[in-house]
Protein backbone atom coordinates (compact mmCIF):
# COMPACT_ATOMS: atom_id res chain seq x y z
CA UNK A 1 0.00 0.00 0.00
CA UNK A 2 1.36 3.13 -1.19
CA UNK A 3 2.39 6.01 1.61
CA UNK A 4 0.26 9.09 1.62
CA UNK A 5 1.66 12.75 1.87
CA UNK A 6 1.07 15.53 2.93
CA UNK A 7 1.36 16.38 -0.33
CA UNK A 8 -1.39 13.59 -1.71
CA UNK A 9 -3.82 15.06 0.98
CA UNK A 10 -7.04 16.41 -1.04
CA UNK A 11 -7.02 20.53 -0.66
CA UNK A 12 -10.14 20.16 1.40
CA UNK A 13 -8.62 17.91 3.86
CA UNK A 14 -4.97 20.07 3.72
CA UNK A 15 -6.72 23.32 4.45
CA UNK A 16 -8.47 21.48 7.45
CA UNK A 17 -5.19 20.55 8.57
CA UNK A 18 -3.91 23.83 8.50
CA UNK A 19 -7.11 25.49 10.28
CA UNK A 20 -6.15 23.09 12.96
CA UNK A 21 -3.19 24.77 13.97
CA UNK A 22 -5.13 27.71 14.87
CA UNK A 23 -5.55 28.07 18.45
CA UNK A 24 -6.11 31.53 20.17
CA UNK A 25 -5.95 32.53 24.24
CA UNK A 26 -7.93 35.39 25.06
CA UNK A 27 -7.21 36.45 28.78
CA UNK A 28 -9.30 38.25 30.59
CA UNK A 29 -6.91 41.03 31.31
CA UNK A 30 -6.38 41.59 28.00
CA UNK A 31 -8.02 43.59 24.63
CA UNK A 32 -7.77 41.42 21.92
CA UNK A 33 -7.19 37.21 21.36
CA UNK A 34 -3.76 36.87 20.29
CA UNK A 35 -2.49 33.05 18.71
CA UNK A 36 -1.23 30.76 21.65
CA UNK A 37 2.26 29.59 21.69
CA UNK A 38 1.83 26.20 20.55
CA UNK A 39 -0.05 27.61 17.93
CA UNK A 40 2.99 29.68 16.76
CA UNK A 41 5.18 27.06 16.91
CA UNK A 42 2.59 24.64 15.20
CA UNK A 43 2.40 26.63 12.52
CA UNK A 44 6.19 27.58 11.86
CA UNK A 45 7.11 23.82 12.12
CA UNK A 46 4.59 22.98 9.27
CA UNK A 47 6.68 25.53 7.29
CA UNK A 48 9.40 23.33 7.55
CA UNK A 49 8.55 19.98 7.94
CA UNK A 50 6.17 20.85 4.65
CA UNK A 51 8.80 22.75 2.94
CA UNK A 52 7.27 22.37 -0.30
CA UNK A 53 4.36 23.55 1.00
CA UNK A 54 4.94 26.76 2.31
CA UNK A 55 3.64 29.05 -0.11
CA UNK A 56 0.57 27.39 -0.48
CA UNK A 57 -2.61 29.95 0.84
CA UNK A 58 -3.42 28.46 3.56
CA UNK A 59 -0.31 27.94 5.22
CA UNK A 60 0.74 31.29 3.85
CA UNK A 61 -2.29 33.22 5.39
CA UNK A 62 -1.19 31.75 9.07
CA UNK A 63 2.39 32.56 8.24
CA UNK A 64 0.50 35.90 7.92
CA UNK A 65 -1.13 35.64 11.34
CA UNK A 66 2.05 34.95 12.82
CA UNK A 67 3.76 38.13 11.44
CA UNK A 68 0.97 40.34 12.45
CA UNK A 69 1.11 39.58 15.83
CA UNK A 70 5.16 39.49 16.54
CA UNK A 71 6.11 43.26 17.97
CA UNK A 72 8.83 44.43 16.06
CA UNK A 73 11.77 46.15 17.89
CA UNK A 74 14.31 48.85 17.46
CA UNK A 75 18.04 47.28 17.81
CA UNK A 76 20.74 50.04 17.87
CA UNK A 77 19.21 52.47 15.66
CA UNK A 78 17.24 50.32 13.16
CA UNK A 79 14.34 47.80 12.98
CA UNK A 80 16.24 44.76 10.97
CA UNK A 81 13.37 42.47 11.66
CA UNK A 82 10.63 44.66 10.29
CA UNK A 83 13.16 45.73 7.42
CA UNK A 84 13.32 41.97 6.74
CA UNK A 85 9.80 41.22 6.55
CA UNK A 86 9.35 44.35 4.07
CA UNK A 87 11.38 42.69 1.89
CA UNK A 88 9.45 40.01 1.96
CA UNK A 89 5.52 39.30 -0.16
CA UNK A 90 4.09 38.71 3.27
CA UNK A 91 4.49 42.74 3.93
CA UNK A 92 1.89 43.03 0.82
CA UNK A 93 -0.31 40.79 2.71
CA UNK A 94 -0.26 42.31 6.10
CA UNK A 95 -3.15 44.00 7.31
CA UNK A 96 -1.90 44.47 11.27
CA UNK A 97 1.18 45.75 13.02
CA UNK A 98 2.81 44.97 15.89
CA UNK A 99 5.38 47.59 17.28
CA UNK A 100 6.99 48.01 20.74
CA UNK A 101 8.67 50.63 21.95
CA UNK A 102 11.77 48.87 23.69
CA UNK A 103 14.87 49.84 22.40
CA UNK A 104 17.76 46.74 22.53
CA UNK A 105 21.17 48.81 22.59
CA UNK A 106 24.45 47.53 23.16
CA UNK A 107 24.89 51.48 24.60
CA UNK A 108 23.39 54.73 25.02
CA UNK A 109 18.97 55.21 24.90
CA UNK A 110 16.86 57.20 22.24
CA UNK A 111 16.52 57.01 18.65
CA UNK A 112 18.46 58.94 16.14
CA UNK A 113 16.63 61.75 14.55
CA UNK A 114 16.74 60.26 11.13
CA UNK A 115 14.25 57.43 12.51
CA UNK A 116 11.44 58.83 11.76
CA UNK A 117 12.12 58.90 8.15
CA UNK A 118 13.89 55.41 8.20
CA UNK A 119 11.00 54.33 9.50
CA UNK A 120 8.49 55.81 7.02
CA UNK A 121 10.76 54.23 3.83
CA UNK A 122 10.16 50.92 5.67
CA UNK A 123 6.62 51.11 6.29
CA UNK A 124 5.96 51.89 2.40
CA UNK A 125 6.12 48.58 2.05
CA UNK A 126 2.68 47.86 3.54
CA UNK A 127 0.41 49.14 1.69
CA UNK A 128 -2.31 47.09 3.25
CA UNK A 129 -1.66 47.78 6.92
CA UNK A 130 -4.88 49.46 8.42
CA UNK A 131 -4.62 48.24 11.98
CA UNK A 132 -1.42 49.48 14.58
CA UNK A 133 -0.57 47.71 17.79
CA UNK A 134 1.50 49.62 19.66
CA UNK A 135 3.60 47.63 22.62
CA UNK A 136 4.93 50.30 25.19
CA UNK A 137 6.91 46.80 26.63
CA UNK A 138 6.06 43.15 26.42
CA UNK A 139 4.40 40.58 28.49
CA UNK A 140 8.17 39.22 28.94
CA UNK A 141 9.61 42.53 30.40
CA UNK A 142 6.38 42.23 33.40
CA UNK A 143 7.80 38.76 33.83
CA UNK A 144 11.34 40.01 34.85
CA UNK A 145 13.40 38.80 31.70
CA UNK A 146 14.37 42.35 30.46
CA UNK A 147 14.53 44.50 33.73
CA UNK A 148 16.95 44.17 36.86
CA UNK A 149 13.73 45.93 38.80
CA UNK A 150 11.81 43.33 41.35
CA UNK A 151 8.16 44.72 40.21
CA UNK A 152 8.59 48.34 39.50
CA UNK A 153 9.18 49.30 42.95
CA UNK A 154 10.29 52.66 42.16
CA UNK A 155 10.41 55.15 39.29
CA UNK A 156 9.17 53.78 35.90
CA UNK A 157 10.03 51.17 33.96
CA UNK A 158 13.19 51.17 32.09
CA UNK A 159 11.91 51.51 28.40
CA UNK A 160 16.16 51.18 27.21
CA UNK A 161 17.87 47.92 27.23
CA UNK A 162 21.01 46.76 25.95
CA UNK A 163 21.20 43.46 23.78
CA UNK A 164 22.25 42.05 26.83
CA UNK A 165 18.65 42.58 28.67
CA UNK A 166 20.33 45.01 31.13
CA UNK A 167 18.35 48.77 31.63
CA UNK A 168 20.39 50.94 29.81
CA UNK A 169 20.62 54.48 31.06
CA UNK A 170 23.97 56.37 30.05
CA UNK A 171 23.32 59.10 26.79
CA UNK A 172 24.79 58.59 23.62
CA UNK A 173 25.50 61.92 21.68
CA UNK A 174 23.25 62.76 19.30
CA UNK A 175 20.47 60.73 20.48
CA UNK A 176 17.43 61.90 21.88
CA UNK A 177 15.24 60.64 24.16
CA UNK A 178 11.88 58.91 23.48
CA UNK A 179 9.71 55.95 24.90
CA UNK A 180 6.82 57.58 25.87
CA UNK A 181 6.00 59.03 22.78
CA UNK A 182 6.97 56.31 20.73
CA UNK A 183 3.01 55.65 19.76
CA UNK A 184 3.73 59.53 17.91
CA UNK A 185 6.26 58.19 15.91
CA UNK A 186 4.93 55.49 14.98
CA UNK A 187 1.73 56.95 13.69
CA UNK A 188 3.56 59.81 12.04
CA UNK A 189 5.92 57.30 9.85
CA UNK A 190 2.45 55.21 9.17
CA UNK A 191 0.69 58.64 7.85
CA UNK A 192 3.74 59.52 6.03
CA UNK A 193 4.31 56.16 4.19
CA UNK A 194 0.36 56.49 3.45
CA UNK A 195 -0.96 54.21 5.52
CA UNK A 196 -4.46 54.83 6.33
CA UNK A 197 -4.65 53.37 9.64
CA UNK A 198 -8.23 52.12 10.99
CA UNK A 199 -7.64 51.73 14.34
CA UNK A 200 -4.76 51.94 17.21
CA UNK A 201 -4.39 49.72 20.25
CA UNK A 202 -2.29 49.56 23.08
CA UNK A 203 -2.63 46.14 25.09
CA UNK A 204 -4.23 46.47 28.42
CA UNK A 205 -1.63 44.58 30.45
CA UNK A 206 -3.90 44.36 33.36
CA UNK A 207 -4.53 47.87 33.29
CA UNK A 208 -0.75 48.11 36.04
CA UNK A 209 0.08 51.42 35.46
CA UNK A 210 2.42 53.78 34.28
CA UNK A 211 4.87 51.58 31.92
CA UNK A 212 1.62 50.93 29.87
CA UNK A 213 0.46 54.45 28.95
CA UNK A 214 1.16 56.40 25.74
CA UNK A 215 0.14 60.04 24.51
CA UNK A 216 -2.60 59.76 21.84
CA UNK A 217 -2.08 62.97 20.46
CA UNK A 218 -0.68 62.61 17.22
CA UNK A 219 -3.28 59.56 16.97
CA UNK A 220 -3.97 59.38 12.75
CA UNK A 221 -7.24 61.04 12.45
CA UNK A 222 -8.45 58.50 9.83
CA UNK A 223 -9.08 55.95 12.21
CA UNK A 224 -12.22 54.63 14.09
CA UNK A 225 -11.28 52.56 17.11
CA UNK A 226 -9.22 54.19 19.66
CA UNK A 227 -8.05 51.51 22.62
CA UNK A 228 -5.11 53.85 24.75
CA UNK A 229 -4.04 52.94 28.77
CA UNK A 230 -3.18 56.63 30.79
CA UNK A 231 -1.93 57.34 33.49
CA UNK A 232 -0.83 60.15 36.39
CA UNK A 233 -0.77 64.42 36.64
CA UNK A 234 1.97 67.15 36.48
CA UNK A 235 5.37 66.71 35.24
CA UNK A 236 5.18 63.57 34.18
CA UNK A 237 1.65 63.25 32.65
CA UNK A 238 0.96 60.75 30.39
CA UNK A 239 -2.32 61.77 28.86
CA UNK A 240 -4.37 63.34 31.83
CA UNK A 241 -4.38 66.99 32.37
CA UNK A 242 -6.46 69.37 34.26
CA UNK A 243 -7.71 66.19 36.12
CA UNK A 244 -9.72 65.85 32.54
CA UNK A 245 -10.05 61.98 30.93
CA UNK A 246 -11.39 63.25 28.34
CA UNK A 247 -8.98 65.13 26.44
CA UNK A 248 -8.74 67.98 22.98
CA UNK A 249 -6.25 65.35 21.07
CA UNK A 250 -9.86 63.26 20.56
CA UNK A 251 -11.10 66.45 18.90
CA UNK A 252 -8.96 65.95 16.01
CA UNK A 253 -10.84 62.10 15.40
CA UNK A 254 -13.76 62.90 13.28
CA UNK A 255 -13.72 59.51 11.91
CA UNK A 256 -14.08 57.42 15.57
CA UNK A 257 -16.78 54.86 16.45
CA UNK A 258 -15.18 53.12 19.55
CA UNK A 259 -12.63 54.33 22.38
CA UNK A 260 -11.49 52.86 25.05
CA UNK A 261 -9.77 54.45 27.82
CA UNK A 262 -7.77 53.17 31.01
CA UNK A 263 -6.41 54.87 33.74
CA UNK A 264 -4.10 53.52 36.01
CA UNK A 265 -1.78 54.92 38.83
CA UNK A 266 1.87 55.81 38.34
CA UNK A 267 4.35 53.35 39.29
CA UNK A 268 5.19 55.18 42.09
CA UNK A 269 1.94 56.28 43.30
CA UNK A 270 1.09 54.80 46.54
CA UNK A 271 -0.93 56.84 48.04
CA UNK A 272 -4.87 55.42 49.31
CA UNK A 273 -6.89 58.57 48.54
CA UNK A 274 -8.12 58.59 45.32
CA UNK A 275 -7.42 61.69 42.64
CA UNK A 276 -10.88 63.22 41.80
CA UNK A 277 -11.04 62.67 37.72
CA UNK A 278 -13.43 65.34 36.14
CA UNK A 279 -15.40 65.67 32.31
CA UNK A 280 -13.54 67.86 30.11
CA UNK A 281 -15.51 71.05 28.06
CA UNK A 282 -12.92 72.49 25.72
CA UNK A 283 -14.19 70.64 22.38
CA UNK A 284 -17.21 70.06 20.26
CA UNK A 285 -19.09 66.84 20.28
CA UNK A 286 -18.05 63.78 18.47
CA UNK A 287 -21.52 62.94 16.56
CA UNK A 288 -19.34 59.60 15.23
CA UNK A 289 -18.43 57.60 18.55
CA UNK A 290 -20.55 54.82 19.01
CA UNK A 291 -18.98 53.03 22.09
CA UNK A 292 -17.49 54.42 24.69
CA UNK A 293 -15.49 52.21 27.18
CA UNK A 294 -13.52 53.53 30.29
CA UNK A 295 -11.59 51.48 32.97
CA UNK A 296 -9.95 52.54 36.06
CA UNK A 297 -8.04 51.30 39.33
CA UNK A 298 -8.43 52.48 43.00
CA UNK A 299 -6.25 55.79 42.37
CA UNK A 300 -9.25 58.09 41.23
CA UNK A 301 -12.50 58.35 41.67
CA UNK A 302 -15.18 60.27 39.56
CA UNK A 303 -18.15 62.00 40.97
CA UNK A 304 -21.71 61.15 39.48
CA UNK A 305 -21.82 64.12 37.65
CA UNK A 306 -18.29 63.67 35.92
CA UNK A 307 -19.32 59.99 34.18
CA UNK A 308 -22.54 62.11 32.58
CA UNK A 309 -20.66 65.24 31.51
CA UNK A 310 -18.05 62.93 29.98
CA UNK A 311 -20.92 61.47 28.28
CA UNK A 312 -22.41 64.81 26.99
CA UNK A 313 -19.91 64.84 23.75
CA UNK A 314 -20.91 61.68 22.51
CA UNK A 315 -25.05 61.99 21.69
CA UNK A 316 -24.98 59.15 19.11
CA UNK A 317 -23.15 57.01 21.84
CA UNK A 318 -25.13 53.41 21.89
CA UNK A 319 -22.59 51.23 23.56
CA UNK A 320 -21.28 51.88 27.46
CA UNK A 321 -18.96 49.98 29.64
CA UNK A 322 -17.81 51.45 33.02
CA UNK A 323 -15.12 49.37 35.05
CA UNK A 324 -14.20 49.72 38.23
CA UNK A 325 -15.59 53.13 38.49
CA UNK A 326 -15.31 54.40 41.87
CA UNK A 327 -18.24 57.12 42.70
CA UNK A 328 -17.84 59.73 45.48
CA UNK A 329 -21.02 62.23 46.29
CA UNK A 330 -23.30 60.10 44.06
CA UNK A 331 -24.94 56.70 43.77
CA UNK A 332 -25.15 54.06 41.41
CA UNK A 333 -28.97 53.77 41.54
CA UNK A 334 -28.63 57.40 40.78
CA UNK A 335 -26.19 57.50 37.76
CA UNK A 336 -27.60 54.84 35.98
CA UNK A 337 -31.23 56.33 35.63
CA UNK A 338 -29.31 59.60 34.48
CA UNK A 339 -28.55 56.98 31.48
CA UNK A 340 -31.58 56.14 30.74
CA UNK A 341 -32.22 59.48 28.08
CA UNK A 342 -28.89 58.25 25.84
CA UNK A 343 -31.23 55.19 24.68
CA UNK A 344 -28.60 52.81 25.23
CA UNK A 345 -27.99 49.55 22.98
CA UNK A 346 -26.04 47.74 25.59
CA UNK A 347 -24.29 48.62 29.08
CA UNK A 348 -21.54 46.69 30.90
CA UNK A 349 -20.46 47.45 34.49
CA UNK A 350 -17.91 46.27 36.11
CA UNK A 351 -16.76 46.34 39.65
CA UNK A 352 -18.80 49.01 40.63
CA UNK A 353 -17.86 50.81 43.40
CA UNK A 354 -18.96 53.59 45.99
CA UNK A 355 -16.19 55.33 48.33
CA UNK A 356 -16.91 57.55 51.15
CA UNK A 357 -14.06 59.61 53.02
CA UNK A 358 -12.61 58.36 56.79
CA UNK A 359 -10.98 61.62 58.51
CA UNK A 360 -8.41 62.32 57.83
CA UNK A 361 -7.17 60.74 54.78
CA UNK A 362 -8.18 57.14 54.09
CA UNK A 363 -11.16 56.00 52.58
CA UNK A 364 -13.64 53.27 52.55
CA UNK A 365 -15.12 51.57 49.60
CA UNK A 366 -18.60 50.03 49.24
CA UNK A 367 -19.39 47.13 46.44
CA UNK A 368 -22.31 48.02 44.36
CA UNK A 369 -22.53 45.10 42.10
CA UNK A 370 -25.89 44.35 43.37
CA UNK A 371 -27.16 47.99 42.81
CA UNK A 372 -28.36 49.76 39.47
CA UNK A 373 -29.50 46.57 38.16
CA UNK A 374 -32.24 48.62 36.17
CA UNK A 375 -33.12 48.29 32.33
CA UNK A 376 -31.89 51.84 31.02
CA UNK A 377 -30.00 49.59 28.02
CA UNK A 378 -31.97 47.25 25.60
CA UNK A 379 -28.66 44.78 27.17
CA UNK A 380 -27.08 45.43 30.54
CA UNK A 381 -24.64 43.45 32.33
CA UNK A 382 -23.47 43.29 35.81
CA UNK A 383 -19.87 41.29 36.72
CA UNK A 384 -18.42 41.60 39.60
CA UNK A 385 -14.69 40.02 38.94
CA UNK A 386 -12.18 38.43 41.53
CA UNK A 387 -10.40 41.23 43.55
CA UNK A 388 -7.64 40.62 46.25
CA UNK A 389 -9.35 40.59 50.16
CA UNK A 390 -6.16 43.07 50.84
CA UNK A 391 -5.98 46.45 51.30
CA UNK A 392 -9.80 47.06 51.10
CA UNK A 393 -10.93 46.19 47.62
CA UNK A 394 -8.04 46.78 45.40
CA UNK A 395 -4.20 46.48 46.25
CA UNK A 396 -2.01 49.32 46.89
CA UNK A 397 1.15 47.50 45.01
CA UNK A 398 1.09 46.82 40.85
CA UNK A 399 1.43 43.22 40.27
CA UNK A 400 -2.35 42.60 40.37
CA UNK A 401 -3.81 42.53 36.72
CA UNK A 402 -7.36 43.76 36.30
CA UNK A 403 -9.73 42.23 34.27
CA UNK A 404 -10.83 44.39 30.98
CA UNK A 405 -14.07 44.06 29.32
CA UNK A 406 -12.87 40.88 27.23
CA UNK A 407 -14.80 39.24 30.61
CA UNK A 408 -18.19 40.42 29.04
CA UNK A 409 -17.22 39.00 25.72
CA UNK A 410 -15.84 35.54 27.60
CA UNK A 411 -19.36 35.26 29.57
CA UNK A 412 -21.99 36.19 27.52
CA UNK A 413 -25.16 35.10 28.97
Known amino acids: MATITINDLPRETF ?6 LLEYEYPTTERFPTLTLASKRGILSARTVWAGLRECSPLRELFVKVLEETPFFTIGTRMPDLEAVSQSEYAKLMATLSLCGLILKAEGIGRPSGFYTYLAVVLEQFPRIKH ?27 YYCTLAGEPARAY ?38 LWCAVQPYATPSSIKRLSVNLTGFGERSLGIRSNAIIQ ?32 FSGFRKLTTVKEFRLLTDSTYFFQ ?16 LSLGY ?56 RWIHARVPRDHAIYPAGSDFDYSGFSIFEQDRE
Open 15 to 20: DKVCRN
Open 132 to 158: LRYYPVTKRYFDGCWSTQTRFRWGRAE
Open 172 to 209: SPGMKRCGDNDIVVFCQACAKAGLELESVTVPLFGNRG
Open 248 to 279: LWIAGLPQLEFLEIAVARKAEETTVTPTHITG
Open 304 to 319: ESDIIDNLRWFPMLKR
Open 325 to 380: IQLMNGTWDSLVWRLLPLNLDALWVLNPITIERIPPDRVRRHDESHQGKWPVARSC
